[in-house]
């Protein structure tokens, strides 16, 4: 009788550990899936950003400086100088935005004065 119960008491135990471990993989693989969603979703992320970015116009500042309308690089952009018929002079900045080689159009000065 002494046997079989010792039996009885190491199959459960040896059961016990069988769950344990059963439990301890299924635990790894959720996080394993848990860190490659993750994973996809970054990438997705990413390749999102490189499309957002694809989209932007961008102008090279090599274009910009073979514009007969240049003037003079001027600090970060280049100023450049728009005749208007009534007015005789708009003064423009093309800035470098973000150092990525994209324009942007700001008025530095207003309208000169026509000439009489």
């Given amino acids: 009788m002494l046997i079989i119960s010792t039996i009885i008491i190491i199959v459960i135990i040896i059961e016990e550990d069988e769950e344990e471990e059963e439990e301890e993989e299924e635990e790894e693989e959720e996080e394993e899936e848990e860190e490659e969603e993750e994973e996809e979703e970054e990438a997705e992320e990413k390749e999102e950003k490189r499309e957002k970015k694809d989209r932007q116009p961008i102008r090279s500042a090599s274009v910009v400086r073979d514009d007969p309308q ?23 900045v093309d ?8 324009l942007t159009r700001r008025i530095i000065s207003g309208p000169h004065r026509a000439r009489k």
Wanted: aromatic share 10%; no cysteine; glycine share 16%.
């Fill in 95 to 102: 800035a470098y935005a973000g150092g990525l080689g994209m």
């Fill in 70 to 92: 240049v003037l003079y690089e001027h600090g970060v952009g280049l100023v450049r100088m728009f005749h208007h018929p009534a007015l005789q002079v708009h003064t423009h």
